[in-house]
């Protein structure tokens, strides 16, 4: 990978060849499910590469009015492909440029159906149901959890509104099909009586289809199952699955020493660009190094904010580290760029295009004004 030295630090760089292989497996779910596919944008938006994701998906969905823009303008309006949106409750403001570029708008409950239904604009409506039914343990990712602002439950779904053509439900998060599989069981013994009378439901995102261990042949059954039963269209929304180990963060130590044990700061920061190993948490694999003590030097990674947990890990290599040596996380494609912020006055990274001929692109560079253009 020669590219390693040749691009300037700290960077992402987004994998081309490894996207495609994703979407040849969702598109092979989507040809033998007969489901359709839209990327979930908060994931992923690296829009350079929409024309590629449109190749293979049916379109894009967003979270707010910025993706619902950017869907639009990068790939559902280029390319023929749909535009969905959700959002738990939409500002009066905004609704209407949504439903002009939007054709399918999921309301989180019938009040904030019935409160925009008018204003629609012949976008397809659907409304988010919960059918509490926790599939995990992580609380901030489990939308069927007590007290939880995502989503009708049954007791506040007495009927189904007149308009409205589709169901909505995302409970999962990094999941295989069998959670799915018995997700699908709550919503049709909860929902059920609606069930044949909707023209789509929506089955969200957190399908970790181009994970390796994934139940393929599962999944498709299963949509092929709902599908028959009730003729409805399926969508399925991933992010993760898009984007899944098709990206790095290319990082370089900037300075090693010892405290009790080997330090590496490095010019990638957890706090700022990598948010999710704090938040998640999780440990991002870095390639040639290993667990802790399982090769012969174990550094403690660090970014270089002022914050004391910015902490990457403990990760052990061959050599000892060197200042100027390079660093390439993996699977940082996904909740990286689109997450990342520049606390500290740190620079947001470099995305950097890795061609399938070998060949890498600078698709964009950041600098002093992106900062200070976010201030007052
Ligand atoms: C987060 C989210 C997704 C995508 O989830 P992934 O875990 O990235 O697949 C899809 N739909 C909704 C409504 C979401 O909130």
Known sequence: ?????????????????????????????????????????????????????????????????????????????????????????YRDEEFDEIAGICGHISFNNIHQYEKFKDRAKGASCGIRINPEFSTQEHGIYDPCGEFSRLGATIANF???????????FHTLCEQNAEPLCKTMA????????????????N????????????????????ISFERNMYGFDVYLEPGEAVALNAGYLVTTVLDTFRNGMDIAITDASAACHMPDVLEMPYRPNIQGAGLPNEKAFTYRLGGNTCLAGDIIGDYSFDNPLREGDRLVFEDMAIYSMCKNNTFNGIALPSIYLLRENGEHELLKKFGYGDFKGRLS
């Open 158 to 168: 007495p009927d189904l509104p007149d308009g409205v053509e589709g169901l909505h």
């Open 203 to 222: 089955m969200g995102g957190g399908h970790h289809i181009t994970r390796l261990d994934y139940d393929v042949e599962l999944l498709i059954e299963e």
């Open 1 to 89: 990978m020669i590219w390693i030295n040749n691009v300037e630090t700290p960077c992402y760089v987004i994998d081309e060849r490894r996207l495609r292989e994703n979407l040849e497996i969702l598109a092979e779910v989507k040809r033998r499910s007969g489901c359709k596919i839209l990327l979930a944008q908060k994931a992923y938006s690296a829009f350079a590469t929409y024309p590629l994701i449109a190749e293979y998906l049916d379109g894009c969905t967003a979270s707010g009015l910025y993706e619902a823009r950017l869907g639009y303008e990068e790939l559902a309006e280029p390319f023929g492909r749909e535009n969905h949106i959700f959002s738990p409750a």
């Open 186 to 201: 709550a919503v049709s013994e909860k929902f059920g009586k609606y069930l044949g009378r909707i023209k789509w439901l």
